[in-house]
Structures are given as structure tokens and as C-alpha cells.
């Protein structure tokens, strides 16, 4: 069993799409949905340019990749900062937001709820304990 990159239910390791949210879970099945996405796209007759492109993108599941890849640079960057101030009351706040938004973190949380908590949630955690670790950082 793996993890939907998308809806993180559980799914068969050979599933070409999960059978939740119908997000492709092989680079092989994202072609070939990108394909017929587009194929249907064109006739649409939605106009072309950057709408169509994010659209096209979410229904491929570019836009979780982004999200994940800039969870794991704030992430990380948080938490190197975090370190160089440990000793500092600030290091601690500092630390949990690194945490909070690196990608697995938001499928751990979810797990007893049976979805990965949304991304908005987790921004929203982060921002709180960024904000607390700066003020402390600030004040003390
Ligand atoms: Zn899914």
C-alpha cells in the first residue's frame, strides 16, 4: 500500500489513479492524463494562456509537487534557523513551524482523521509559531 500523493488515502502500490480523488500516481499515468486533459481542454474552448495552464496543472498534480517543494524549503530553512537559536526561547516556536510545514508532517497529523490536514491549515500553523518565535526572539 502507498500514500495518494494528493488525498493521502491508502491505494494499492500498482494503482495508476487513486480511486478517491483520481489524482495520477505514476509519472506514465500523468502523461497520459495530461494528454486527455488537454485533449479536453481544446474542446472546451476555454480560452488558452494562464488559466488553462493551472488548470492543466492541478488536474496533473503539478500544483501538489510546488506545494510540497516549497514546504520542504521553508521547512528546512526554518528549522537551520531554528537550530542557530535553540538556546534562545525563541528556538522552540521557531523549530515546531519548521516541522509543521514540511509536507509529511501534514500527512501524520491527518492520519487519525483519515485525511492529511489542508495546506492552508498547516500555513496557518506555521505563521502562528513563526510569529510567536519572532516576538519572543524580539522581546527577550
Ligand atoms: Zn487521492
Same mark, same amino acid.
Given at each position: 500500500? #502507498?500514500?495518494?500523493? !494528493?488525498? &493521502?488515502?491508502? $491505494?494499492?502500490?500498482?494503482?495508476?489513479?487513486? *480511486? /478517491?480523488?483520481?489524482?495520477?500516481? %505514476?509519472?506514465?499515468? !500523468?502523461?497520459?492524463?495530461?494528454?486527455?486533459?488537454?485533449?479536453?481542454?481544446?474542446?472546451?474552448?476555454? *480560452?488558452?494562456?494562464?488559466?488553462?495552464? #493551472?488548470?492543466?496543472?492541478?488536474? %496533473?498534480?503539478? %500544483?501538489?509537487?510546488?506545494? /510540497? !517543494?516549497?514546504?520542504?524549503? @521553508?521547512? +528546512? @530553512?526554518?528549522?537551520?534557523?531554528?537550530?542557530? @537559536?535553540?538556546?534562545?526561547?525563541?528556538? @522552540? *516556536?521557531?523549530?515546531?513551524?519548521?516541522?509543521? $510545514?514540511?509536507?509529511?508532517? !501534514?500527512?501524520?497529523?491527518?492520519?487519525? +482523521?483519515?485525511r492529511p490536514f489542508i495546506r492552508e491549515f498547516m500555513v496557518a500553523l506555521y505563521a502562528v509559531f513563526a510569529v510567536l518565535g &519572532?516576538?519572543? +526572539?524580539?522581546?527577550?
Amino acid at each position: 500500500m #502507498k500514500d495518494c500523493r !494528493r488525498c &493521502g488515502s491508502a $491505494i494499492d502500490d500498482a494503482a495508476q489513479f487513486c *480511486p /478517491d480523488c483520481g489524482t495520477p500516481q %505514476t509519472d506514465e499515468a !500523468r502523461a497520459q492524463f495530461a494528454d486527455l486533459a488537454q485533449e479536453e481542454l481544446d474542446e472546451s474552448g476555454l *480560452p488558452g494562456g494562464g488559466d488553462r495552464g #493551472k488548470l492543466l496543472a492541478q488536474l %496533473t498534480g503539478d %500544483t501538489d509537487r510546488l506545494w /510540497d !517543494r516549497a514546504g520542504y524549503a @521553508v521547512g +528546512f @530553512v526554518t528549522i537551520v534557523l531554528a537550530l542557530s @537559536v535553540l538556546t534562545d526561547p525563541a528556538g @522552540v *516556536p521557531l523549530l515546531l513551524a519548521g516541522l509543521v $510545514i514540511l509536507p509529511p508532517t !501534514r500527512h501524520l497529523l491527518g492520519r487519525p +482523521f483519515g485525511r492529511p490536514f489542508i495546506r492552508e491549515f498547516m500555513v496557518a500553523l506555521y505563521a502562528v509559531f513563526a510569529v510567536l518565535g &519572532g516576538a519572543l +526572539f524580539v522581546l527577550l
